[in-house]
């Protein structure tokens, strides 16, 4: 086990106790050039963090350093299945202590956040009302309504996280007996702004209705505490927390887990299966909830690297971390708040808490034309469209539901309005000067325009050759 123990992969990256609060933390692709459309070539700046972060060479690290040790999981009689099969369990048992799991809590491995969150879906016992707010990301807006049985009620986008709390309280006060869930993302992917979970937690419990949150964009940014922030259920991807091996988690309550079908059907989630003598098969499912829930050959890399981002996060010092991200945040807020033509995005107001992920629109400007120039001419990585969250982005923009968020739309005329964002994500690994850069090239396109001209292809802005 020796040579796979994180402190001998990584101690050159792994910050000491005294490390400078402002330190970002090393990950991969911090010093890769790109080309410019105008000539020359600069750093790549990775502002695109919501929508997946660069891997933490600490991460990266930890897994060359298990690579050749790799083999299968809970199916093999070899040495290295069964050193795959521990640092699998290891890293279970590493999540649940960095997401404060209570001891029945229990960890699954999934894909994504959305593929944990179809997972809850698929079990939610017959007849549950489902609560969701119409802001949402479509990862947690849409799973529920294909669940069997379930009755989905939108809450409409509240403007406060009071009025959040309020809403949901009225809506659970008046909902049918039976099972209930609330589905509650942690910070927005749109505007970054954190939702009163906690708060929401208590108003579900009060109504007994049980509560999943949607850590995607907050895990990254902030310590998630199931047991503190009393919410029954948490997913996240690994891929938006340092760590893109194609893994991500659902971790829990398990008894609902425990009582449905599993999600999959196939090796590993069995405890036997016999032929009957009528031809059919007799199927006896495991009971133990990740088993159940986990069929088919695990991730163990995936789930490996999500594991190494825990242990770098909370090494590193989580609240270090989350103090410089505010710094940048204020930063860049301070700094878009001096360009008059900028709007940035928000529902609950210019004082709410938020991560470093920001949505802005530039008056006179198709956003998919800003964040292609932003690109082509200054080597910057942006999102721009309506982030899979389009009812929350067309409330935020005032657009009409059916009018297109086509990317390759005309520049909207001064006052018109725009069809889409431009956001603005980043994290642990994000030095100050992509900051400094971003700002400097968004006041430069707001005063003086592209330098180069762009065409639509296949919906998308790019540089006309
Ligand atoms: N929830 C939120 C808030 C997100 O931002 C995202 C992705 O952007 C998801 C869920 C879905 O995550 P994934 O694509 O990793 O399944």
Not at 13 to 23: F, G, H, I, L, M
Not at 68 to 79: F, I, K, L
Request: glycine share 8%; net charge negative.
């Amino acid at each position: 086990m020796t040579v796979i123990s994180p402190a001998t992969a990584t101690a050159a990256v792994t910050p000491s106790a005294e490390a400078d609060v402002c330190t970002p933390l090393p990950v991969l692709g911090r010093d890769v050039r790109v080309p410019l459309v105008t000539g020359g070539e600069v750093t790549y700046a990775a502002l695109d963090y919501a929508a997946s972060a660069p891997a933490l060479q600490r991460v990266w690290d930890d897994v060359a350093a298990y690579a050749p040790y790799y083999g299968s999981v809970h199916r093999g009689a070899g040495y290295l299945s069964q050193l795959s099969t521990d640092l699998f369990e290891q890293s279970r048992a590493t999540v649940a202590e960095f997401l404060g799991c209570r001891p029945d809590d229990e960890v699954i491995f999934t894909r994504s956040t959305t593929d944990s969150l179809n997972l809850l879906a698929s079990v939610l016992p017959a007849g549950t009302q489902v609560y969701v707010f119409d802001t949402e990301h479509h990862a947690s807006l849409l799973p529920w309504q294909r669940a069997e049985g379930a009755q989905v009620t939108w809450l409409a986008a509240p403007r406060t996280p009071e009025q959040a709390v309020a809403a949901l309280d009225v809506a659970l006060h008046g909902a049918p007996k039976g099972p209930k869930l609330v589905c509650v993302t942690g910070a927005s992917n749109v505007t970054g702004e954190v939702w009163p979970v906690r708060k929401l937690a208590a108003a579900a419990h009060r109504h007994g209705a049980r509560i999943v949150l949607d850590a995607a964009q907050l895990a990254p940014h902030h310590p998630v505490d199931i047991a503190a922030l009393d919410v029954d259920w948490v997913a996240f991807s690994g891929h938006k927390l340092y760590a893109p091996f194609g893994a991500g988690v659902l971790a829990g309550r398990p008894d609902w887990l425990r009582e449905a079908e599993p999600y999959l059907a196939g090796g590993g989630a069995t405890r036997k299966v016999a032929r009957r003598a009528d031809g059919t098969l007799d199927v006896e499912w495991h009971t133990s909830v990740a088993a159940r829930h986990e069929a088919g050959s695990p991730n163990v890399i995936g789930a490996y690297a999500i594991a190494a981002a825990c242990r770098a996060l909370t090494e590193a010092g989580f609240d270090r971390l989350v103090a410089r991200e505010r710094q940048l945040l204020g930063r860049l807020r301070e700094g878009l708040a001096g360009i008059p033509e900028v709007r940035v995005l928000s529902l609950f107001g210019e004082h709410s808490e938020r991560v470093g992920v920001l949505s802005f629109v530039v008056q006179g400007w198709n956003s998919s034309h800003f964040a292609a120039a932003l690109s082509a001419e200054y080597g910057i990585g942006v999102r721009d469209g309506l982030f899979c969250a389009h009812p929350l982005v067309r409330t935020l923009l005032d657009a009409e539901p059916d009018e297109p968020g086509a990317c390759g739309a005309p520049d909207a005329a001064p006052g018109e309005r725009a069809l889409n964002a431009i956001r603005v994500s980043f994290g642990a690994g994000t030095p100050d000067e992509h900051i400094t850069r971003f700002l400097a090239a968004v006041t430069t396109l707001v005063r003086t325009g592209a330098q180069w001209t762009y065409r639509t292809e296949n919906g998308r802005c790019v540089p006309a050759r």
